[in-house]
């Protein structure tokens, strides 16, 4: 696939970002067709009708690049090529045709703030002090005693530092050893990653989730961090509290003002080519809006970024207010993705609820909420489903982050697991063979074939919410207020020139009736799927995990 051909077979839409529904593939989880355990692109391609028939605008692929799979493809060893486990790029090719004739976009995970040790870049930047790419990572001799550098940590456990014997120095890793940092105040490396970037442009990409898009510069004086002060606003932020990390604050390692710039040179590469967008991972703890406000202004950086803000145990309206309150406070000419789950936390369906028969109610309420938010919103694969996280053995883990930490931290295999097609078939028909990781027993009931033709499924209620939100303007690029209400409701409008909508959510798990938090009257109620609140007497009349909508 040339760039000239697609390019023109495009029809622009500059903004199609805003408001837009992603759904994130994990591809060693989605569909395998060859039998080996392991998803596959071919696999994806089977399954890209049921995508569509969610009603969501984009896919987001999690790596799928070459790689020693250290890290589950984190580690990449060659940016321009499919990892043969995957498959092939002409089965790349193949999928991004298939999905652009669907109407869905592909965006792909770019990790370029490490590589794997296998890389050819860092393989020749080891052999000595002074080869073409000796300043492509991060290299820093020992103190007088021996030690590391100062006292950055990796987010995986331990220091962020490795000894290399051939060069006597050692190098920095924010991740596992095998996760070398890429020297991003070399120009070279910056020239390096946009090079590969462009390569999947031509290959008609349409965007690129941009992994630790804060980790990329380091401070080149490598001053140690200060420790850290708990607060309320980012405890368990970045990393659970089992891992030391967190007792650093992070000025050093990470989030330099050197970033921004990187990002214009980035974006200005995205620019050559038509309706392209970006989506920024940024974990910075109670810094993280304060970040994303810095590279998501100006219209010449990042066209938006997540948080870790809604990915945490909190399900409530205080917590959900504050987060979307504070992005509005501070991020003015910004934008933000929302997502309650992805690969790297415990599904939401088990974060929110109290009880095991709670969570068809929360899976659907849940879906309900984030819908109404302003921002696009990001789905993780299997929550439509109303998947809850899968209880593991430490037999059964592959997840490096969790076989460290175990067994106070489980690490993210847990919400890694197959996806379940059909409960009648082997391997919940996700694959023929021996799976990389188990699929759970309890899933079996939730598949998407038992799901299918249910009205009153999960499933069925997903399509139903996504069809609602994109048959309102308001809901994809109008402004929201927050209403003051009880503890326990979630209230706040969405209004967009003439349409002017009321939302109002009970978290609670008992019913609960609230006076209309508005002053203005309500027009006429409106019936957004799974919400049976009613209006008596100027009163909203709410079940347990229920909501009510309307115009005003």
């Known amino acids: 696939m040339t760039k000239k051909s697609t390019v023109a077979t495009k029809t622009s839409n500059p903004d199609w970002w805003r408001g837009a529904v992603i759904y994130q593939v994990y591809p060693r989880s989605f569909q395998d067709t060859d039998g080996d355990g392991i998803g596959d692109i071919r696999g994806i391609i089977q399954r890209l ?34 990892d043969p486990m995957f498959g092939t790029l002409a089965d790349f090719d193949a999928m991004m045709a298939e999905a652009h004739r669907l109407g869905l976009k592909v965006i792909i995970d770019q990790v370029i703030s490490h590589t794997s040790d296998q890389h050819p870049w860092f393989k020749e930047s080891r052999t000595s002090r002074d080869n073409a790419k000796a300043d492509w990572y991060v290299w820093a001799a020992a ?49 390096a990653v946009l090079a590969a970037t462009k390569f999947w442009l031509d290959r008609g990409v349409d965007g690129f989730r941009l992994d630790t898009v804060n980790y990329y510069f380091h401070d080149k004086e490598l001053r140690d961090n200060p420790p850290h002060m708990p607060d309320s606003e980012d405890a368990g932020l970045d990393a659970p509290d089992v891992n030391p990390y967190g007792m650093q604050s992070h000025l050093y390692d990470k989030t330099q003002p050197e970033n921004v710039e990187f990002l214009k040179r980035f974006r200005a590469l995205l620019e050559e080519y038509p309706d392209r967008t970006t989506v920024g991972e940024v974990g910075d703890g109670a810094r993280s809006l304060k970040t994303v406000a810095a590279y998501t202004s100006g219209g010449d950086k990042l066209h938006m970024c997540y948080t870790f803000d809604l990915l945490g145990p909190d399900f409530t309206p205080s917590h959900i207010r504050h987060c979307v309150d504070s992005f509005q406070r501070q991020v003015k000419d910004g934008w933000v993705c929302w997502a309650f789950s992805n690969h790297d936390v415990t599904r939401h369906v088990s974060r929110f609820i109290d009880k095991p028969e709670e969570r068809g109610p929360v899976a659907k309420l849940a879906i309900n909420v984030l ?25 059964d883990l592959r997840d490096p982050y969790g076989i460290r930490f175990w067994p106070a931290f489980k690490g993210r295999d847990g919400c890694r697991t197959p996806m379940v097609w059909a409960a009648g078939e082997p391997q919940a028909s996700f694959s023929t063979g021996k799976p990389w990781l188990p699929v759970p027993a309890d899933h079996l009931p939730l598949s998407a074939e038992a799901q299918e033709g249910d009205e009153s499924s999960v499933l069925s209620h997903y399509r139903a919410v996504l069809a609602f939100r994109k048959a ?59 919400l049976a609140g009613t209006l008596v007497d100027g009163e909203i009349q709410l079940g347990p995990l229920d909501g009510f909508c309307a115009r005003f």
């Open 143 to 191: 103190k007088p005693d021996g030690t590391a550098p100062n006292n950055w940590l990796s987010v995986f456990g331990g220091p962020a530092w490795e000894w290399d014997g051939v060069r006597k120095q050692y190098y920095m890793h924010n991740f596992l050893a095998s996760q070398p940092d890429l020297n991003f105040h070399n120009r070279d490396v910056q020239d």
């Open 49 to 82: 009708p049921y995508i569509a028939s969610l009603g969501v605008d984009a896919i987001w692929l999690s790596p799928f690049f070459t790689s020693p799979q250290a890290d589950m493809g984190y580690d990449v060893s060659d940016y321009c090529d499919v």
């Open 472 to 530: 309102h303007p308001a809901l994809i690029q109008g402004d929201i207020e927050f209403l003051a209400t009880n503890e326990d409701v979630l209230a706040f409008t969405r209004c967009l020139g003439e349409e002017r909508l009321l939302f109002v959510f009970n978290l609670r798990r008992g019913p609960q009736d609230i006076a209309l938090p508005l002053g203005n009257p309500v027009k006429d109620r409106i019936a957004m799927p799974g």
């Open 371 to 395: 819908a109404s938010l302003r921002g696009s919103i990001c789905l993780y694969q299997g929550e439509e489903l109303g998947l809850p996280e899968a209880e593991l053995t430490f037999e």
